[in-house]
């Protein structure tokens, strides 16, 4: 599975960007699908997924501002990022398993390149 993400940039302060997972490969609905961030001198942070069943989790930094859909047709994840915050800044993965793996990041077995997401005050 090759993932590819897009949709980063700069925004303001209760803005919004719609960050988007494209993937490749077989069988993508199968997959749980996170995204995770990283920002300078932070640990790697999970941000929200979605499970092959559709189950959606969010971590609680982002609950009622993120929304993360999925499109197996178009092998496509979004993040839809609302309320955005200067402490939102950071670099943007998504991540691939299909072991059913939710939260731990170790145990994605695929990543992205990631995608900068910087959001000024």
């Known amino acids: 599975v090759q993932l590819v993400e897009s949709g980063g940039g700069l925004v303001q302060a209760g803005g919004s960007l719609r960050l988007s997972c494209a993937a490749s490969?077989?069988?993508?609905?199968?997959?749980?699908i996170g995204w995770f961030r990283q920002a300078p001198d932070k640990q790697r942070e999970f941000v929200a997924a979605?499970?092959?069943?559709?189950?959606?989790y969010y971590g609680d930094s982002v609950k009622g501002r993120f929304t993360i859909s999925r499109d197996n047709a178009k092998n496509t994840v979004y993040l839809q990022m609302d309320s955005l915050k200067p402490d939102d800044t950071a670099v943007y993965y998504c991540?691939?398993?299909?072991?059913?793996?939710?939260?731990?990041?170790?145990?994605?077995?695929?990543w992205g390149q990631g995608t900068q997401v910087t959001v000024s005050s």
């Open positions: 979605t499970g092959a069943s559709g189950t959606l």
């Open positions: 991540a691939a398993n299909n072991r059913g793996v939710v939260f731990a990041s170790l145990r994605y077995d695929y």
């Open positions: 490969g077989r069988a993508f609905s199968s997959y749980v």
